[in-house]
């Protein structure tokens, strides 16, 4: 019986210890679940709020409409418009192949589309939305819609997209946009940028379109909507609008551009012309140029191939980026540089016997035109005179003078991927060769500089600002295309600071010397003839530079040579010379004499700037194949010429109140009655002939 109830105790005894380890577990459980619940209810009930909302909600980027590019006169350069998108998501398509070749049964795709598509899908996100067709036609839109059904993750969109209307005119400084790659996104991560462009899917790539990105660009909005548990939009909560971008407007007159690209026709070169009283660019071409509306969706294989392989090389931008030997269009700073550093008087003559003779070697001048002071060395081009004047300068001299003019130098120019050229000094050649024997100076180094030849190599748009500087009377003004900006929120135009010119402290009776030698060059040197009747006073000068070096024993013929090897034909000018209020430089490549080529481009472009005049047809198909003098035929009045391809004004951007008056013809006066003009014939030089290097 004992027994019995102690057996009985001891069960009494293990169902209650294990009641209490049940119990005890059951406590632990709750004092779990109730820390939990105040670990998500309250330590993390803010996240998990927004991720509830998340889920309810979302917030989309609006894309901010993209700036206008206008020019000075307001014509529009650059601009959007709205079509129809065939859009796929890849990451939700099972087939996209199958997907592709379906959709190709309804709606016009190409070979050249897949290849796009598969270019811009190896170089997006996985679940950006890409487009396999753009500009859809609205029958296009309406079959798609029909049978939507069948193609999930496929979808119509309305895009805007960016054009040029003025198709190749000004390419090179317009430039264009492009699909955003991940060298742009490091550059919108190092600008720390990034939500400014969430949703955006273009960016500029050249020219104006990259250099006023963030002009143009506006401020991106975004929206909140709420969604359905299938993910659609069912209502806006919030939105904050975005902002458009602003209008950028050019100094550039597109008129005078266009009319000297068809100056050039097929031939290669590059033209700047400048307002010297303030650094505005008013033209600048380079030749040949391209159409950069084949860049905004993505240019194709065949079109990139033409572009990139052709040896006339499109892409390039010759006057921002091209050098060349300047030729004769140097002298006159060469002769600036003597009279500025004493180093040579205007008066002093020297013997010009047809060539010039240093350690045995024959500097040749072309013809010989006996004694020569510095005005007719300018009005002649005389070789010997600038062979003597740079070897008694010497190097140190020359590039020290001519630095603060620009030559060699970045201009600042609000455009990327400025060249610099070249500018030689000893300190230069001892670091562009590695071959000890060529980086000691010689003096037969120094002597070709003083023709503008040797190692010059300068840029269009350097020799146009160093023309400025010179026309003006010595100021410097930074080169500058970009003139004012219309704020989109506003309309209101204001100008873009500009920097202050810089006095380089040049003599006035030094300056009136070289004015005097170049208004002779066309009066009665090589561009006399060019410059006939004008309706103003121009100074200027005509260069032919080498291309290809020619033996010191070997005759320049151009019959003999390859096409690109031959002389580069060369002109500078500025006008009026009382009041300048445009400078030019240019070069046709390869073309030979600068008054056969250049010189008759530059009248015309002086012609419309000062005496709103307009080449007539047959002149300009005279001047396309080089056989241009005086112009031909009946000029036409600026403003009765219609520019192909161009929309009306964006709107009244000049008035009373606005900052940018339109651009005034200079006032011009016939100059007085030329000199008796010798022949033709008669008019040989140091241009006529090219100087041999030694």
């Given at each position: 019986m004992t027994t019995r109830l102690q057996d009985g105790e001891v069960a009494v005894a293990g169902f209650v210890r294990r009641l209490w380890v049940v119990a005890l577990v059951v406590l632990l459980g709750l004092a779990l679940l109730g820390m939990r619940a105040y670990y998500l209810q309250v330590l993390r009930h803010d996240e998990f709020m927004q991720r509830a909302e998340?889920?309810?909600?979302?917030?989309?980027?609006?894309?901010?409409?993209?700036?206008?590019?206008?020019?000075?006169?307001?014509?529009?350069?650059?601009?959007?418009?709205?079509?129809?998108?065939?859009?796929?998501?890849?990451?939700?398509?099972?087939?996209?192949?199958?997907?592709?070749?379906?959709?190709?049964?309804?709606?016009?795709?190409?070979?050249?589309h897949r290849r796009r598509f598969e270019r811009l899908r190896s170089e997006a996100g996985r679940y950006d939305s890409l487009p396999i067709r753009t500009?859809?036609?609205?029958?296009?839109?309406?079959?798609?819609?029909?049978?939507?059904?069948?193609?999930?993750?496929?979808?119509?969109?309305?895009?805007?997209?960016?054009?040029?209307?003025?198709?190749?005119?000004?390419?090179?400084?317009?430039?264009?946009?492009?699909?955003?790659?991940?060298?742009?996104?490091?550059?919108?991560?190092?600008?720390?940028?990034?939500?400014?462009?969430?949703?955006?899917?273009?960016?500029?790539?050249?020219?104006?379109?990259?250099?006023?990105?963030?002009?143009?660009?506006?401020?991106?909005?975004?929206?909140?909507?709420?969604?359905?548990?299938?993910?659609?939009?069912?209502?806006?909560?919030?939105?904050?609008?975005?902002?458009?971008?602003?209008?950028?407007?050019?100094?550039?007159?597109?008129?005078?551009?266009r009319l000297i690209e068809d100056m050039f026709g097929q031939r290669r070169g590059a033209l700047v012309a400048m307002d010297p009283n303030n650094g505005e660019i008013l033209a600048m071409v380079s030749m040949p140029t391209y159409d950069p509306n084949l860049f905004v969706e993505g240019i194709d294989?065949?079109?990139?191939?033409?572009?990139?392989?052709?040896?006339?090389?499109?892409?390039?931008?010759?006057?921002?980026?091209?050098?060349?030997?300047?030729?004769?269009?140097?002298?006159?700073?060469?002769?600036?540089?003597?009279?500025?550093?004493?180093?040579?008087?205007?008066?002093?003559?020297?013997?010009?016997?047809?060539?010039?003779?240093?350690?045995?070697?024959?500097?040749?001048?072309?013809?010989?035109?006996?004694?020569?002071?510095?005005?007719?060395?300018?009005?002649?081009?005389?070789?010997?005179?600038?062979?003597?004047l740079a070897y008694e300068m010497g190097v140190d001299k020359i590039h020290d003078f001519m630095k603060p003019l620009g030559f060699g130098q970045v201009t600042g120019i609000d455009l990327v991927g400025e060249g610099r050229g070249i500018l030689p000094s000893r300190e230069w050649k001892r670091n562009a060769f590695s071959d000890p024997r060529r980086k000691s100076w010689i003096p037969g180094d120094t002597i070709s500089l003083g023709i503008g030849q040797g190692y010059n190599s300068f840029t269009m748009l350097q020799l146009a600002h160093a023309v400025a500087t010179l026309a003006n009377g010595g100021t410097s003004y930074r080169p500058h295309l970009g003139k004012a900006r219309i704020d989109a929120l506003h309309n209101e135009p204001a100008l873009l600071t500009q920097p202050e010119g810089v006095d380089l402290g040049y003599r006035p009776e030094n300056v009136r010397v070289i004015h005097e030698g170049m208004i002779g060059v066309t009066r009665e040197g090589t561009s006399r003839r060019i410059f006939a009747g004008a309706a103003y006073q121009s100074a200027g000068k005509t260069g032919t530079a080498q291309a290809a070096t020619v033996g010191q024993r070997q005759r320049?013929?151009?019959?003999?040579?390859?096409?690109?090897?031959?002389?580069?034909?060369?002109?500078?000018?500025?006008?009026?010379?009382?009041?300048?209020?445009?400078?030019?430089?240019?070069?046709?490549?390869?073309?030979?004499?600068?008054?056969?080529?250049?010189?008759?481009?530059?009248?015309?472009?002086?012609?419309?700037?000062?005496?709103?005049?307009?080449?007539?047809?047959?002149?300009?198909?005279?001047?396309?194949?080089?056989?241009a003098g005086p112009p031909i035929g009946v000029q036409r009045r600026v403003e009765d010429v219609v520019l192909p391809g161009a929309s009306m004004p964006i709107g009244r951007i000049w008035d009373e109140r606005s900052p940018l008056p339109p651009r005034a013809s200079a006032e011009v006066a016939l100059p007085a009655a030329l000199p008796e003009l010798p022949e033709e014939d008669d008019i040989l030089d140091g241009d006529a002939v090219p100087p041999l290097v030694p």
């Open positions: 998340s889920n309810r909600t979302a917030v989309v980027p609006i894309v901010p409409y993209r700036g206008h590019i206008v020019d000075r006169n307001g014509i529009l350069l650059a601009t959007n418009y709205s079509a129809y998108t065939l859009e796929i998501s890849p990451a939700r398509v099972a087939s996209l192949d199958k997907t592709i070749n379906e959709l190709a049964q309804i709606i016009d795709i190409q070979p050249i500009q859809l036609t609205d029958e296009e839109v309406a079959r798609f819609a029909a049978q939507s059904y069948r193609f999930p993750g496929v979808e119509v969109a309305a895009r805007l997209f960016r054009t040029y209307p003025m198709g190749s005119t000004g390419s090179h400084v317009i430039g264009y946009i492009g699909r955003i790659n991940q060298q742009d996104l490091e550059r919108i991560e190092e600008r720390d940028d990034e939500a400014n462009y969430r949703g955006t899917t273009h960016i500029g790539k050249q020219g104006i379109e990259d250099s006023y990105e963030r002009e143009l660009h506006g401020i991106t909005g975004v929206e909140q909507l709420e969604k359905s548990s299938s993910g659609r939009p069912i209502r806006t909560l919030d939105s904050s609008p975005a902002r458009a971008g602003n209008t950028v407007v050019l100094s550039l007159d597109i008129k005078l551009q294989q065949e079109s990139w191939q033409a572009l990139n392989e052709s040896i006339d090389r499109p892409l390039f931008n010759r006057a921002l980026r091209g050098t060349y030997p300047p030729g004769s269009t140097y002298k006159p700073f060469m002769a600036l540089a003597a009279l500025e550093t004493g180093s040579r008087n205007a008066s002093k003559v020297i013997q010009d016997n047809g060539t010039w003779t240093f350690g045995g070697h024959n500097y040749r001048s072309g013809h010989a035109l006996g004694p020569v002071d510095m005005r007719r060395s300018i009005v002649r081009s005389s070789n010997v005179y600038y062979y003597s320049y013929d151009a019959a003999k040579l390859a096409e690109h090897q031959r002389d580069h034909s060369l002109y500078i000018a500025f006008a009026p010379v009382e009041n300048p209020q445009i400078a030019v430089a240019v070069i046709v490549e390869n073309a030979g004499f600068g008054a056969t080529h250049a010189a008759p481009i530059v009248r015309r472009v002086m012609d419309y700037w000062l005496a709103g005049l307009y080449p007539s047809e047959e002149d300009i198909a005279a001047l396309r194949q080089g056989k």
